[in-house]
């Protein structure tokens, strides 16, 4: 489906994104490896968090929707079916996590995904758990499909190659399935939503700069069921931080929305970049969760680059985009990352923006971008990747002349609403 965005002349109101993807997918996991029922609310939608119900359904969990924002999870206390096929859709959230929980179960499990995702480096998931004794069978290239044959897991000190929640939270759930620690070191912190979660959950984690310990143990697989309130997805919520900084005039108010640290990257490009963003925080356990209040700003070149790359990993292509109207030279680098996302989004990006107007050069691990360019409009490709359809949607709404995102279905992953918030703060 194609989908077509203009300029408007100003965005303002108030709006709730919807729940934040990468705690939704944790907390329906980890509700259905318990012993007990769990109650999980706030806006959960998108395609991605239904792969990760669908796989907990088919390994014996029931969900529910008690009420409307309410989701019942009975758990299995991780005794899972000896054979299990399990389709992961679009997400790597799902079939990377899941990997590490299968890891010790007994039996065969298969995990597959569409052409995305089937397309995406699992390597780096069943490198370390095969360290951990693991048998995590891959397609040619290293690719899904994946076939887990559960096995005696042994701990492992481990050093990620790439900063990544994924790797380390597959390791880390396979690490609570073995007798004694399991470290998980990486060279810059990766978002911590699986260790928080965790350790509110009773599981013995460690943390110390750079690493994470988690000791085996049934803590988890025992739990009474538990109760949590999702936050706003920050990722989701990034659209309106960089639409309302780049509109001609308005307030755009985001409430309710996750602050973890590991995700702020965003707003800390931003405010370097002179973003007018006022961050009021509101509530902090398990999850920090505030306000973020944005006003039209004129900006200027950054670097990005090391630490705060994988705190903004969702958010670079909005990097990018708001790049293309700030004065100076932009460069992101240590980002070759966004190569092995839902898409290439370096060249997708790159060709997009380029096709808009925008000055900007792609390189191996990054983007160079030049501004203040103004966007002249036209048609782009979403590459089947839901960041990508909303970044370009974003650029419509600055943009000269209409911008055509075809490939706009993709925004369902994440953001279904996406259009109906637009409507909301376009007015
Ligand atoms: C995620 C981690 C990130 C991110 C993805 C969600 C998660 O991937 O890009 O959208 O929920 O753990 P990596 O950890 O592989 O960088």
């Known amino acids: ?246 509109a001609p005039e308005g307030e755009v108010k985001v409430e309710g929305v996750g602050l973890n640290p590991g995700r702020t990257g965003i707003l800390k490009i931003l405010q370097a970049m002179g973003a007018d963003l006022q961050i009021i925080p509101t509530a902090q356990h398990p999850e920090p969760v505030g306000t973020v209040i944005v006003r039209p700003s004129r900006l200027t070149a950054t670097e990005v680059a090391g630490a705060v790359v994988p705190a903004a990993v969702d958010e670079l292509p909005l990097v990018a985009l708001a790049a293309t109207q700030a004065e100076g030279i932009t460069v992101i680098r240590d980002a070759a990352e966004l190569r092995v996302k839902e898409t290439d989004r370096i060249a997708v990006l790159a060709e997009g923006l380029r096709t808009l107007g925008a000055k900007v050069e792609d390189r191996p691990d990054g983007l160079i971008i030049e501004g203040p360019t103004p966007l002249t409009g036209g048609t782009v490709q979403a590459a089947g990747d839901h960041r990508m359809a909303m970044t370009f949607a974003v650029a419509g709404l600055i943009s000269r002349e209409p911008v055509t995102v075809q490939g706009w279905d993709a925004a369902s992953v994440s953001y279904p609403g996406f259009l109906d918030d637009l409507k909301k703060v376009a007015g």
């Not at 329906?28 to 109650?39: C, K, N, V």
């Not at 499990?109 to 780096?124: I, K, T, V």
């Not at 998931?125 to 044959?149: F, H, K």
């Not at 739990?223 to 780049?246: I, K, N, T, Y």
């Open 1 to 246: 489906m194609d989908k077509t965005f203009s300029a408007v002349t100003g965005l303002a109101g108030t709006i709730r994104v919807p729940a934040d993807k990468s705690i939704a997918h944790r907390a329906l996991m980890f509700a259905a490896m318990t012993s007990g029922t769990s109650r999980i609310t706030g806006s959960i939608s998108g395609e991605d968090v239904h792969s990760t119900k669908r796989c907990m359904q088919a390994l014996g969990a029931e969900f529910s929707e008690t009420a409307p924002g309410e989701l019942t999870v009975v758990g299995t206390g991780w005794e899972v079916p000896e054979e299990a096929d399990l389709d992961c859709g679009n997400s790597g959230t799902t079939m990377r996590l899941l990997t590490g929980a299968l890891a010790g179960r007994r039996g065969t499990f298969r995990l597959s995904g569409d052409a995305s995702l089937s397309n995406r480096p699992m390597l780096r998931v069943a490198v370390p758990l095969g360290l951990m004794g693991a048998v995590v069978e891959t397609s040619p290239g290293g690719r899904p499909p994946l076939t887990v044959r559960g096995s005696v897991l042994v701990p492992v000190d481990y050093t990620s190659a790439v900063p990544s929640a994924q790797v380390k939270s597959a390791v880390l759930l396979a690490g609570l399935q073995a007798e004694g620690v399991t470290t998980l070191r990486e060279a810059h912190a990766s978002r911590d939503h699986t260790e928080r979660l965790l350790a509110w959950l009773g599981c013995r984690i460690t943390r110390r700069p750079g690493e994470v310990g988690i000791t085996g143990g049934p803590e988890l697989y025992r739990h009474p069921g538990f109760e949590l309130d999702l936050p706003g997805d920050l990722s989701s919520a990034a659209f309106w931080f960089v639409a309302a900084v780049l």
